[in-house]
């Protein structure tokens, strides 16, 4: 008997040992072609592991270090992969701006430091091809780069799949593996509120990006690795900051109400806790105003959380968030769910000046007398498109899901709005060519138009995702 056990316990320690060594290290696995990596498996100084039911599988990494916009490799994450069949990959990952400036937002709290050490570390667009600064080859992306670090930034402030390097000339990113083996992706702090959620590896002629991009895929773990336990270290009770006192004579925001935009009704004062039900209002849409001290102030900057997001400034009384015509309010129609609304006085226009009192509301929408399940996100339906050669000036073809374009050069693409009130649509397509684009005057076309004389854009061979949206403002 006693043999018998000494037999198992010698199997299961080799079984334990052979799982171990299978992996050399690595946590993750490339498996058919794709590795999928949760961002806060991994967990160190800087960044820290935060719950939200949006994020794939619950949670996702916020850097809550200090900025390090010119040095990499600080608070620096490791994550090993053993990549099983050589070849090159595209890397993107999951991310989203989680601090909203209050001045260009969709540049300030938007990247993070990435070195992947591959055969090959690169950027690519269309036939242009860039290396890190300090890889030892040329030619270098535009802004910051240094020691085989890129600079991987998002301009999307909702959690998205833009991963690109260079400014102002958006690369995208890729590896190439020569051979089997263990390789680690590094991902170091570069701007505090940059958040991560999931990392990927993929084949593109094995998967399209929405295929690696689907968050009902599970992550890759190696079979019998672990998760190396951080040694912990004495962490002080953070001392909360506290509210800057506006300097005397600075405006302030007196109340927020909220308006049916419909009947320009005043349906009451915006408060913590306010529900708002949308089956008492007929579904109409919804504005907020805010009565500030004194009346007539530079500005007045609103910016909306939830499941629908909204920022805008107004820079004459009313200050209404959607902007007004007179006395004939503008809305927006707000899916069910919890937001938060921030609102800000400034004593110049444009949010300039001495900035005042901050008010934060945390109200809900709800539709009947129990919350419905999350609104489906919105879907093409709501635009139509249209493929355009930008020489002659004539449509060639609708454009449609799952839709190819024969000759990817000298063409636009025009989007047509359902909403009767739209007066600026927002571009952003994500592919082997990037680019955001906001167009104010009908019609709304990728790479801009003169008055219906369109300008020449091209993209390059390979699977894209557009998306638009409708603004009843411009910008």
Known sequence: MKLKITSLLLFLSLF??????????????????????????????????????????????????????????????????????????????????????????????????????????????????????????????????????????????????????????????????????????????????????????YKEGSYTASQAESLARSETRCSGSTVPTPTPTPTPTPTPEPTPTPPAGAPSIASVQYINSDTENVLGNLTNGTQINLSSINNSELTFRATTSPTIIGSVRFQLTGPRSFTKTDNGAPYSMVGENGSNYFGLALPVGNYTLKVNPYSGSNATGTKGNEVTITFSVVNGTTTPPPPTPPTTSNFSFVLVNSTTNQDISSLTTGGNITNGNNINIRAVSRFSNTASVYFVVQGPTSRTFTENVAPYALFGDINGNYSAGSLANGSYSLTTTAYTGSN
């Not at 994450?77 to 990959?89: A, D, E, H, R």
């Open 16 to 201: 334990y040992f052979n799982a171990q060594s299978q992996c050399n290290g690595a946590i993750f696995e490339e498996q058919n072609g794709i590795a999928i990596i949760e961002a806060e498996t991994i967990t160190t100084s800087g960044w820290t592991k935060r719950s939200n039911s949006s994020a794939a599988g619950g949670s996702y990494l916020a850097y809550t270090g200090s900025n390090s916009f010119n040095t990499p490799g600080v608070n620096t994450l490791t994550y090993k992969v053993k990549i099983n069949s050589p070849g090159t990959y595209r890397f993107i990952w999951r991310n989203k701006i989680g601090v909203i400036a209050n001045t260009a937002p969709t540049t300030e709290h938007n990247d993070a430091w990435l070195k992947i050490n591959a055969s090959n570390f690169y950027g690519q667009r269309g036939t242009s091809r860039i290396y890190p600064t300090g890889s030892g080859k040329t030619p270098n992306p535009k802004g910051a780069s240094s020691g085989g670090w890129f600079k991987v930034y998002t301009n999307i402030i909702d959690w998205n799949w833009s991963a690109n390097t260079s400014d102002n000339d958006a690369h995208t990113v890729y590896a190439t593996f020569n051979s089997a083996g263990v390789y680690d992706i590094l991902v170091s702090g570069r701007s505090n509120g940059h958040w991560i959620d999931r990392m990927v590896l």
